[in-house]
């Protein structure tokens, strides 16, 4: 072991008494504060999935016949719009587990988190937890320039596509990760999209995170963007924490 | 094969004997990845909910401490992600401050904890895995899911970070 090596080890011992002590009589509440925790969660999902199954039902064959098909094995940088679906539309996904369905973003704050304006998801309760992130993120009335060379569709307007490899920055968690962006320019706002691939990302996850991006499409709306931009979850794996 | 987690060759473990088996520990990966005890603390309870409802679904129950380690990273890193898309889009080169931000409060006893905590995320974690946990590269690499050879290079680069540092507070 070298000095550098020796010196973070003993660093970190050194520092290892300010970690928080678990205090083992407080096993069996933390245990039921988990387990109430994981219960409320399932409930959640739950109705929320309920919810989504009647809208659906509700919307019956209409549904059925205005989607295209969507599932691609190569992913492709063009975005067609599938017919609008925005009759339950709920806002950016939560931080636990979200059931399949409408979600949208319009660069308001999130409740959870009052200063942010970014939207930021990933596929958290699948097996291995977050491979694919994906981020939506544009100020009202902001134009910038595209970085992206080739044209694409997206969410039924004409932006620009590119892939690279996340900046290699210490102030930048794509840090060497694969990268795809979407931009494009809706009512005066400039709305970039990035999917960003964790090592060991699965084909069928890069796949789930294209649809997701292919479904975008925009719903006039009455807030600071003019818009809201819908898109469609299909499984309940998909969560912003 | 599919079985509950299982502690010693015992029965199917309750959650209870998973907090006294493991909590400990993970108390402190999440202090040295996050710097912070409330931190930490969020961390490891959002890390045992996911993880709780999982037991009988885990491939290899007796690696439950590197699931929980691999979920308490995932969570760490998804954490800072939050914070910095958010800090990033408004003001490119504010990310870093995040960090920084992050561990305000937090008394800096020395220049090598300060450098430590610096590091990205997951360089960050590869430092802790490899020189406080004593976990090998293959279990290092398992747990941030990486190859040996990404671990290396994660290890490689905070090593330069840390020396770069170290170097400068020197002179």
């Known amino acids: 072991m070298n000095d550098l090596e020796a010196q973070i080890r003993d660093t970190l011992r050194r520092h290892e008494d300010e970690a928080p002590l678990f205090d083992p009589s407080d096993a069996r509440n933390s245990a039921r504060r988990t387990r109430r925790r994981q219960a409320r969660n399932v409930v959640i999902g739950a109705i929320g999935a309920a919810a989504v199954i009647v809208a659906f039902a509700a919307l019956g064959g209409h549904v059925r016949a205005d989607r295209s098909p969507a599932v691609h094995d190569t992913p492709s940088p063009s975005l067609p719009t599938p017919g609008p679906d925005d009759a339950h539309v709920s806002g950016w996904p939560g931080r636990t587990r979200n059931p399949a369905g409408v979600y949208s973003w319009d660069a308001s704050p999130f409740s959870e988190f009052p200063n942010q304006t970014v939207g930021f998801m990933h596929n958290g309760y699948r097996p291995g937890s977050g491979d694919v992130n994906i981020v939506v993120r544009g100020a009202p009335g902001r134009l910038i320039p595209h970085r992206g060379q080739t044209a694409v569709t997206v969410a039924g307007f004409e932006g620009s596509y590119r892939q690279f490899i996340g900046e290699n920055s210490p102030a930048s968690w794509m840090d060497g990760l694969p990268t795809e962006e979407w931009m494009v320019d809706i009512q005066g706002t400039t709305v970039t999209v990035l999917l960003v691939e964790e090592p060991r990302a699965r084909q069928t996850e890069l796949a789930e995170a294209h649809d997701i991006i292919q479904s975008m499409h925009v719903q006039p709306q009455d807030n600071e963007l003019g818009f809201r931009l819908n898109f469609t979850i299909t499984t309940n794996t998909w969560d912003s924490g | ?171």
């Not at chain 2, 299982?6 to 999440?30: G, I």
């Not at chain 2, 937090?106 to 995320?121: C, F, N």
């Not at chain 2, 997951?122 to 293959?138: N, T």
Request: proline share 2%.
């Open chain 2, 1 to 171: 094969m599919r079985t509950t987690v299982t502690t010693d060759d015992q029965p199917a473990s309750t959650l209870e004997d998973v907090y006294l088996r493991h909590a400990s520990a993970a108390l402190r990966l999440a202090y040295f990845l996050s710097g912070d005890a409330e931190t930490a603390r969020d961390l490891v309870q959002d890390a045992f909910v996911r993880l709780a409802g999982r037991f009988r679904y885990l491939q290899q129950p007796d690696a439950f401490d590197t699931y929980l380690r691999r979920t308490i990273v995932n969570l760490h890193t998804s954490r800072l992600r939050r914070l910095k898309v958010e800090r990033s889009s408004l003001v490119r080169e504010a990310a870093f401050q995040v960090d920084v931000a992050a561990n305000e409060g937090h008394e800096v006893r020395d220049e090598m904890w300060q450098a430590i905590l610096g590091l990205p995320p997951r360089q960050r974690a590869a430092v802790v895995l490899r020189y406080y946990e004593d976990l090998s590269e293959r279990q290092a690499a398992d747990v941030l899911r990486c190859s040996v050879g990404a671990l290396n290079q994660l290890v490689a680069r905070a090593m330069a970070s840390l020396r770069t540092r170290m170097g400068e507070e020197a002179r």
